[in-house]
């Protein structure tokens, strides 16, 4: 590891003005450090609208590490050219090992009592850290993290849906069983000194071929032994596109599905992955299978998806119906709003929106959840 100072590039891509009008000035009786971990790998379509979006958070004791993970493009000199205009910022340059090797870096070099890691495509509200640090200093010894929502946004950063309702007051490690409710990697405060202790990110997935889930495990293994809390408002813009790993389903399955025998061999107590878990993964591959024109595969996962949980796979094709027609139907589908713009308590009403909202409270409604580790810690909001 090195860090690694560059002359700023005259053609290197221009500052963002994403939510140029929402930029605030300091909170000058906040003092405590939040150390931002940005692992970057060839990011440079999307980095300087990340990094801006950080620069313009409303808490602005920040330290913020950038790790260049071995980046052939020119994510490094975007980088370098930030670095010089926030002093606040490092850039920390390594050879590629992946996502988990690049946060832990950040993690071990962090200097905050909290760490807050953001992908290198996602983009944050100006109020996301001081919403997310507000919750954590009400509970400062024993929050293992806490995590806001989230919108999913396109290549232009415009809203195509939100974050699903989430049943709170529940188990930590049931409701994230149930659903993630975190869903991404750039939503949660990490308390520090936690999540050294939990060993950080899971750099076993890479080596196994099964990268995508190590936030995911970190979370469990968090929750699993203290208590978490999420913030009621979306201040998230997580990105999509085709090119994004979690749009790899047949990998982000199989990386989920090692996360969670890693995480179940160790607890004394492990169970199976609840059926309805496993439903959800044979349908994601079902949906994969589908849109690779291998019909065979997809009926045969299909069907399984059916035998291991009926009424969830039922409901989730009936409502994938109605979500296309919806979508097909929507006058506004080409006008969606852009992140900045929306305010994060905003609900919204995009097809995504109706239809998620629809099937978690047909879940809640049949009371369909997986078993209750006592060991957990709990869900606060």
Known sequence: MVERSVECDANAPPRSRTMDRDAVGADAGVDTL????????????????????????????????????????????????????????????????????????????????????????DIWHPDHLAGLLARMRQSPESYGFVSARYRQIDGASRIVGSAPPIQFGANAVHALLRHNFVGNGSAMLLNRDVALDTGGYEERLRLAGAEGSEDFLLQLRIADKHPVAVVDAFTVGYRRLPTSMSSNIRQMV?????????????RPQALLAPRQLRAGHARALARDASMQGNRPAAALQLLRALALDAVGTCVALFVHVLFVAFERKDPARLQRPPFGEISPQAALDTPMDRARRWTFARHARAGRHPSVWPRSGGLET
Not at 254 to 266: G, I, K, M, N
């Open 34 to 121: 939040i150390s931002v971990v940005v692992p970057a790998y060839n990011a440079q379509a999307t980095l300087a609208e990340t990094l801006d979006s950080i620069s313009r958070q409303r808490h602005r004791a920040l330290e913020i590490l950038i790790i260049d993970d071995g980046s052939t493009d020119n994510t490094g000199a975007i980088a370098a050219c930030f670095c010089q205009r926030d002093q606040r910022a490092r850039l920390l340059a390594k050879a590629n090992g992946g996502v988990a090797s690049a946060r832990n870096l950040g993690l071990r070099n962090a200097r905050g009592a909290y760490v807050a890691p953001i992908d290198a495509d």
């Open 254 to 266: 199989e990386s989920e599905r090692l996360a969670l025998a890693l995480f179940f061999s160790e």
